[in-house]
């Protein structure tokens, strides 16, 4: 089967099931599995080659990792610290030791043991955290800790893949020793912070400034895919090293664009990599030992969720968030499929041992959709008798004002917010006024057109109030505009005009909080004059508010016929002389 047909195969199988388990309001990650199973060698067998399709389609998770790191700047993940390493570092070490203690009591060798235990304790993070967003659960106290153990599960790849040598009897595939090999993967992770910091950045923008949208995105998956490949040259974790390279950018102003790029690509790898693990399910396996394998999933799924109930209780202090971190996280994970392969390379672990882990692992990401669906339906809203407290620190910015076009007009309001302490969010197309304007500590600046839907739900315009349209082109606002209004009904839009023109195309979209960009300060400079000329202060405000007046009547007047000059033409000569009749008639009454 060619490359074509097989997309276009995984693609139908995709949109068939997601639809139809979403429906059943089931959600979308069982029905990629169910897909998988359908078209894989235990189903049709539409698809053959697993092992490959499930290789490729990890890089989904790798993109996954780099867009939560872009959420996490890195003092935030500085106060996660005893989440990571306290609560993750104590669900490793408890439930391995407790998987251990059952592979030793099946009649494992320790060592064998040893790795079946600390190899089902890894969960699940594509699984976990895709769970999470469709619920958008993340920023609650059981979405955060189990983030923080799903980082610390990442981050004990290194210390692991170091052990299994020291535990076999075979030759690791490398000839080096497992100390070196860790210092190794140290020294990359050290070489990723510091080109994060020193070069990337400046490599973004320059890329930028020749603002060309293929050449950002391009770029943007050349950092992902390079960090991940030169992580796992090492041995390492490539969604360890893609997190870290996310969380190095999360600061930068092209943040909102990096997220906006990447996301598309995500989604269809994580659908794939799925889709994968369905197809890898062993279902000769599951015939022949049925009770065997069932006793593994549902001891391995309950021995997980146990330990992590009592840490939840034990740190959340809340039962509702307890029962959700224990099942949110209870399946094995996707690292264990790798685990396991170098352990029979090793000679560790048998390869009849290995096959059943493999299903172990892939029918305890199948039940985890559906124990997380029954309990949100039926045992959720019964422990609900009080909210739970707020998590100190949040991944999500949920400014009340978007700001589009931080030039002159955008800076202006910027300030005035500043001032009154209202959290704003900026976008702006220009790469060399972000930089210049970081240097005075403008921080909520991020890169990218706004006009653009998916960098407005990147810069979380579904969570603001009010909405300022401040771009200086007059294609690209209404552009904008139109965006907006379409997806993000519930913003308040203030709009800055160029021009009259501009104004009109606004309001014909609908907008009525228009600002025209020199209207109020061509109305002073008015004023001015004419006291200059003799008018009373008094004399010359009544004259302005009455020219205003005037005005805005007559720009809504004549907004739907702006495209027609003869029209304009009349509306204009009957609007002067109503206009010279007013005055007069003021001077009459004075």
Known sequence: MSLLQQALVFLAAAVVAVTLFKKLGLGSVLGYLAAGVVIGPWGVGAVPDVQSILHFSEFGVVLLLFLIGLELEPARLWALRRTVFGLGGAQVALTGALLAGVGIATGMRPATAAVVGLGLSLSSTAFALQLLSEKNELPTPHGQASFGILLFQDLAVIPLL???????????????????????????????????????????????????????????????????????????????????????????????????????????????????????????????????????????????????????????????????????????????????????????????????????????????????????????????????????????????????GFGRVGQVVGRLLRAKRIGFTALDISSENIEFLKRFGNNTIH??????????????????????????????????????????????????????????????????????ETWASSLEMGGGILEALGLTYSESRSALERFREHDENLLVATAPYHRDEKKLTELAAQARKELESLFEQDAQKS
């Open 447 to 516: 890169y990218g057109d706004a006009s653009r839907l998916d960098l407005l739900r990147a810069a979380r315009a579904d969570k603001a109030k009010v909405f300022v349209l401040a771009i200086d082109d007059i294609p690209s606002s209404v552009r904008t505009a139109e965006t907006v209004l379409q997806h993000f009904p519930h913003l308040t839009v203030f709009a800055r005009a160029r021009n009259r023109q501009h104004a009109y195309q606004l309001m014909n979209l609908g907008i009525k909080n228009i600002m025209r």
């Open 162 to 404: 170091a052990l299994l040598p020291l535990l076999g009897s075979g030759e690791a595939p490398s000839s080096e020793p497992g100390w070196m090999a860790a210092l190794k993967g140290l020294g990359v992770l050290a070489v990723v912070i510091g080109a994060g910091r020193y070069l990337v950045r400046p490599l973004f923008q320059r890329v930028a400034a020749a603002h060309s949208q293929e050449l950002f995105t391009a770029s943007a998956l050349l950092l992902v895919i390079g960090t991940a490949v030169l992580v796992n040259a090492v041995g390492l974790s490539m969604a360890l090293g893609a997190f870290l390279a996310g969380v190095l950018l999360a600061d930068s102003e092209f943040r909102h664009e990096l997220e906006a790029d990447i996301e598309p690509f995500k989604g269809l790898l994580l659908g794939l990599f799925f889709i994968a693990v369905g197809m890898s399910v062993n279902l000769g396996l599951i015939a022949a030992a049925p009770l065997k394998v069932l006793l593994w999933v549902v001891g391995l799924v309950a021995l997980k969720a146990l330990v992590l109930w009592g840490l939840g209780r034990w740190r959340l202090g809340n039962t509702e968030s307890a029962w959700s971190l224990a099942l949110i996280i209870s399946q094995g994970g996707e690292f264990a499929f790798v685990l396991f392969s170098l352990a029979v390379g090793l000679q560790v672990m048998e390869q009849s041992l290995a096959d059943l882990m493999v299903v172990t692992v892939s029918l305890s990401m199948a039940v985890t959709p559906v124990l997380f669906a029954a309990y949100t339906r039926w045992l959720r809203p019964r422990l609900r008798n009080k909210a739970p407290r707020a998590f100190d620190v949040s991944p999500q910015e949920d400014h009340p004002v978007l700001i589009a």
